[in-house]
């Protein structure tokens, strides 16, 4: 069902031409516009100088805001930049990391992670101050003081065995996606299995979406020994294979052969879910 | 006799008055644990529910039942919505029954949805040729082996251009075992070019691992 209804979104978006989206995203009568172009831009992965400027510009819109106080276009525009940008983003990027609107911080983390910038690892460190105490619910949002667990995923991807020490308290927060995200982070940042055991004892719970979460955290890090667990877990098997196939190119990226028996492994258990 | 009838009975029961999506899925689980043809049409009715985990329940049970299940599937197929049709061709799919290989060789081909399609390239692969004529079974598998060669070189989805490798390695070695000599020779040289070019390392890799599982 989601297939179809991605395709038809699809087959619409592309009506857009590079062209009209970037005077779409420049004008500023039509905020409805200005949010979509953003949008289009970074699914269609627009590289142009001209739309980079654009999105960059985007980021400091004053005119679109929800009755909150939030800034949509600049969530979309810090979302797209992860997808089109560049180093030259990186300072615009990590400006965000302050926004007083959580999901610009949390699109600036995650575009930030998505364009490898190392620089930004200070700043994403500042946003763990006070450690887990700290982390604690905003009264009336669905959502802690801090996106945590995109901040966690690209200290993760960003940073060094240095910062196990600041992650390691956040694996007994209560929030179980923020526990995940710190074992993600730390097996990444440490290789060590017992980091990534907390993933696996996750796909056991009784709640789907933390299954499935645990699934894919698994697969984007290739935990190979989680393999049976993976495709014993219940879910989706499209989800179970996509897990998998991470499994597998971990491997094969560190094994001179395409054929090595873990690969072969995987491969089988592959074979069973399609 | 008279206790597995019961048993059976009571199932049935079960699965008529489920009252919620997990009460569905465990009285469909324990339904098709049975394996009895006298499951099937209650199994059937399941894949038009709109309840996705008791129609992967469902579609287990009607694979493991086999034959009869098939039988069943194709003579109501047309009446279908195209939730339930999509359920069924799955059916179809993991038991390979012959019967259904023209529904099978499109389903592959066109179906908009990526798992449909991932299911029906398998399936193409352990297709019980044994159960045609023999003349009939080099057409088929001439049919399953050029439908897979597009479905592998051309889908959009890695997860189908996967299935289709593993069911081409499936037609390759069925047409091997037959002594079909001039069969499989497309297939290895697909075979040697998706290991070599496609776009996702995962479907490289099962590419050389068909290869390397083909009798020589």
């Known amino acids: ?3 179809n209804f991605q395709s038809g ?21 039509d905020t409805g516009d200005r949010y979509y172009a953003a949008w289009w831009l970074g699914r269609f992965q627009v590289r142009q100088p001209e739309a980079i400027a654009a999105l960059l510009d985007a980021l400091t819109d004053e005119s679109d805001r929800d009755t909150d106080g939030g800034f949509p276009l600049r969530r ?13 983003v990186v300072p615009a990027l990590i400006e965000c990391l302050s926004s007083s609107d959580y999901y610009v911080r949390e699109a600036a983390a995650q575009s930030l992670e998505a364009l490898q910038a190392k620089a930004a690892i200070d700043p994403l460190v500042t946003l763990l101050d006070g ?25 993760g991807t960003l940073g060094s065995t240095s910062l196990v020490e600041i992650i390691e308290p956040f694996l007994q927060h209560e929030v179980p996606q923020v526990k995940n995200g710190a074992a993600r982070a730390l097996y990444q940042l440490t290789g060590k299995g017992h980091y990534a055991q907390v993933l ?8 789907l979406q933390l299954r499935r979460s645990a699934l894919l955290d698994l697969g984007e890090v290739g935990y190979w020994p989680a393999a049976e667990a993976i495709a014993n877990t219940l879910a989706e098997n499209s989800i179970k294979l996509i897990s998998l196939k991470g499994l597998l190119e971990k491997q094969l990226e560190t094994s001179a052969s395409l054929l090595s028996d873990p690969a072969c492994k995987v491969m089988s258990l592959m074979d069973l879910l399609l | 006799m008279i206790d597995s009838d019961s048993l059976l009975q009571s199932r049935l029961q079960a699965v008529e008055s489920a009252d919620s999506a997990q009460a569905m899925l ?29 129609a992967v329940a469902a579609v287990d049970g009607l694979i493991q039942i086999g ?34 290989l023209d529904l099978i060789l499109v389903t592959a081909a066109e179906d908009f949805s990526l798992s449909v399609r991932r299911a029906a390239a398998r399936g193409l692969g352990t297709i019980q040729w044994e159960k045609l004529e023999k003349a009939e079974r080099l057409d088929g598998q001439i049919q399953a082996r050029d439908t897979l060669l597009g479905v592998a070189a051309a889908d959009p989805e890695w997860v189908v251009r996967y299935a289709a490798v593993v069911g081409l390695q499936g037609v390759a070695i069925a047409a091997i075992s037959e002594d079909y ?36």
């Not at chain 2, 465990?26 to 709109?50: F, H, P, Q, T, W």
């Open chain 1, 1 to 3: 069902m989601s297939d």
């Open chain 1, 9 to 29: 979104a699809e087959g619409e978006a592309l009506q857009l031409t590079v062209t009209q989206a970037i005077a779409n995203l420049k004008q500023t009568e």
């Open chain 1, 76 to 88: 979309n525009a810090a979302r797209a930049l992860g997808k089109v940008g560049n180093a030259q």
């Open chain 1, 131 to 155: 450690g887990v105490k700290a982390a604690i619910p905003v009264p009336g949002k669905p959502h802690l003081v801090q996106p945590y667990n995109a901040i966690l995923e690209a200290l």
């Open chain 1, 200 to 207: 696996i004892d996750t796909l056991s719970c009784d709640d």
């Open chain 2, 26 to 54: 465990d009285s469909v689980e324990a339904l098709a644990e049975l394996k009895s043809e006298k499951a099937i049409d209650a199994l059937i009715r399941v894949l038009g529910y709109n309840n996705p985990g008791a």
């Open chain 2, 67 to 100: 034959t009869p299940a098939a039988s069943a599937v194709l003579s109501q197929i047309d009446g279908y919505n195209y939730g339930a049709r999509a359920w069924a061709l799955r059916v179809l799919a993991g038991i390979g029954d012959p019967r259904g």
């Open chain 2, 181 to 216: 000599q001039d069969l499989p020779e497309p297939i290895v040289q697909r075979l040697q070019a998706i290991a070599a070019d496609d776009d996702t390392m995962a479907v490289r890799a099962r590419a050389a691992w068909a290869i390397a599982q083909l009798p020589s």
